[in-house]
C-alpha cells in the first residue's frame, strides 16, 4: 500500500502562514486530496486533486505538489483553523490516508 | 442539501458480525459512489470500500475476505457488514460519498459513529 507520511503536529500564530507537508511512498500523479477535521465532527473536504479548492473552502487555503511530494498551504492562518488535516491518494489501489497533521495555534 | 447518517450498534462482541447503516438524505444512492471510511483511536484512517451508482462494489483488499457492502434503493439507504470482528476493528466508521463521475475523494461525509469490539 501507498504510504503517506505527515508531520504530526504543528504550532503557529495567527495571522501567520503555514504549510502541512504529505510525502508518499510511490508517486501518486496529482491525486491527492485533503481534508480538516475538528474535534467531534467528520471530516470536511479541503482541496482536491492536489490544487483545486472546494466549493466554500476560504481561498486562504492552496495545495500544490505532484509525484510524491505535496503540500497544503494556509496563509493566513485563523483561530478556526485549529484542527487535524488529512492527506489521501487515490491514485494507487487501495486508496490511503496520512496519519493526519495536528494544527494548535499559539 | 444532501446529508449522511451513519446508525448501528455501539458495541460488537468479538467474532460477530459489525452492520451499519448509511442514510441518505437531500440525494439519491443511484447516482455517484458511496463508501465507507474508518478512523481508528489513534487517527489512523482506513479506507474500508465503496459501492457504485449502478451496485458494484470495490473493497480494501485488507479486508476483502470479511467485508460486504450493499444497498437498499428504496430507502435510499447503503450497508457496510464486516464479519469476525476482533479488537482490532475498534473505530469511527464514516460513509461518505464519492462526487459525481469522481471516485477519487468524498466530498461529503457522516458525522460518524463509534463502534467498540469488546466482550
Known amino acids: 500500500d501507498t504510504v503517506l507520511t505527515q508531520s504530526p503536529a504543528l504550532a503557529v500564530s495567527p495571522g501567520e502562514r503555514v504549510t502541512i507537508s504529505c510525502r508518499a511512498s510511490e508517486s501518486v500523479s496529482t491525486l491527492m486530496h485533503w481534508y480538516q477535521q475538528k474535534p467531534g465532527q467528520q471530516p470536511t473536504l479541503l482541496i482536491y486533486?492536489?490544487?483545486n479548492l472546494e466549493s466554500g473552502v476560504p481561498a486562504r487555503f492552496s495545495g500544490s505538489g505532484s509525484g510524491t511530494d505535496f503540500t497544503l498551504t494556509i496563509d493566513p492562518v485563523e483561530a478556526d483553523d485549529t484542527a487535524t488535516y488529512y492527506c489521501?491518494?487515490?491514485?494507487?489501489?487501495?486508496?490511503?490516508f496520512g496519519g493526519g497533521t495536528k494544527l494548535e495555534l499559539k | 442539501e444532501v446529508q449522511l447518517q451513519e446508525s448501528g450498534p455501539g458495541l460488537v462482541k468479538p467474532s460477530q458480525s459489525l452492520s451499519l447503516t448509511c442514510s441518505v438524505t437531500?440525494?439519491?444512492?443511484?447516482?455517484?459512489?458511496w463508501g465507507w471510511i474508518r478512523k481508528f483511536p489513534g487517527n489512523k484512517m482506513e479506507w474500508m470500500g465503496y459501492i457504485s451508482y449502478s451496485g458494484s462494489t470495490s473493497y480494501n483488499p485488507s479486508l476483502k475476505s470479511r467485508i460486504s457492502i450493499t444497498r437498499d434503493t428504496s430507502k435510499n439507504q447503503f450497508f457496510l457488514q464486516l464479519n469476525s470482528v476482533t479488537t482490532e476493528d475498534t473505530a469511527t466508521y464514516y460513509c461518505?460519498?464519492?462526487?459525481?463521475?469522481?471516485?477519487?475523494?468524498?466530498?461529503?461525509w457522516g458525522q460518524g459513529v463509534m463502534v467498540t469490539v469488546s466482550s
Open positions: 486533486l492536489a490544487s
Open positions: 461518505a460519498r464519492y462526487p459525481l463521475l469522481q471516485w477519487d475523494y468524498f466530498d461529503y
Open positions: 489521501q491518494q487515490s491514485w494507487n489501489d487501495p486508496w490511503t
Open positions: 437531500g440525494y439519491s444512492i443511484t447516482s455517484n459512489y
